[in-house]
C-alpha cells in the first residue's frame, strides 16, 4: 500500500548550507546520482531535500519512529512529495546512510547501539554510513545531549563499521574536540558483512 502527499515547505534554512552539507555527503561517501541513501531524520528537512535534488534517491525514517521498531518508510523524490509505504525490509538494499537527527542521547547507549546495528544492517556490503551529531565539546549551548569521539567510534565498530574519518562543519573542516561546531563521524560496512 502507498499512499502520497505533499510535503510542506522544509524549515527555513538557508539552501546554501542544505547544499554544501548535501554535497560534502555525496562526496565523503563517494555517491553517485541514483544512490539508494537511507536518510534518519525529519521527512521536510532541507539538507534531505537537498540530497534528493542532487539526484540521490532517498528513502527517510522519520527520526522520532526508531527504524528497528518500524518497517514503515517515507520516499523523498526531488519533486517534493512523500510516499509512505508500508511494505518491506531494508536489509541490505541501501549504498548510504545519513543520519541528520539532532543526536543519540535521548536514546541511551543500548538504544543507540542497536540503531547503528540497524544502520548497518540496511546496507550492502561495502557502503557507507555518514552520521551527523552535536560535538560534545563544541557545541555553544545548544542543549543537545551528546557522545563523544571516541564513544561513537566504539559504538560504530560494535556494529559492524569500520571507521574512515571524522569533519567538524558542512564546509568539510577536520574535527577537533574543543572547537568543532558538529561531529560528522563515517563508517563504512566491509564487504561480505
Not at 84 to 98: E, K, L, N, Q
Not at 121 to 127: E, I, W, Y
Request: overall charge negative; glycine content about 14%; hydrophobic content about 45%.
Amino acid at each position: 500500500m502507498t499512499v502520497t502527499r505533499n510535503l510542506p515547505a522544509a524549515r527555513a534554512l538557508d539552501a546554501s548550507d542544505a547544499m554544501r552539507w548535501a554535497r560534502l555527503v555525496i562526496g565523503s561517501l563517494g555517491l553517485k546520482p541514483g544512490a539508494l541513501v537511507l536518510g534518519f531524520g525529519d521527512p521536510g528537512d532541507a539538507h534531505l531535500q537537498a540530497l534528493a535534488s542532487l539526484g540521490m534517491d532517498v528513502t527517510v525514517q522519520p527520526a522520532d519512529t526508531p527504524y528497528f521498531e518500524s518497517i514503515a518508510d517515507v520516499r523523498l523524490t526531488i519533486g517534493c512529495r512523500i510516499e509512505a509505504a508500508t511494505d518491506g525490509s531494508y536489509d541490505g538494499r541501501f549504498d548510504a546512510v545519513v543520519s541528520v537527527a539532532p543526536s543519540f542521547g535521548g536514546m541511551g547507549a543500548a538504544g543507540a547501539q542497536r540503531l547503528l546495528t540497524a544502520m548497518s544492517n540496511a546496507l550492502r556490503g561495502g557502503a557507507k554510513l555518514f552520521l551527523d551529531l552535536p560535538n560534545p565539546g563544541g557545541r555553544a549551548g545548544s542543549g543537545e545531549a551528546a557522545c563523544d569521539r571516541a564513544t561513537m567510534v566504539g559504538m560504530l565498530r560494535e556494529a559492524a563499521f569500520v571507521f574512515e574519518g571524522a569533519h567538524g562543519d558542512a564546509g568539510g573542516a577536520g574535527y577537533h574536540e574543543s572547537t568543532s561546531p558538529r561531529l560528522m563521524l563515517i563508517g563504512r560496512k566491509p564487504d561480505g558483512c
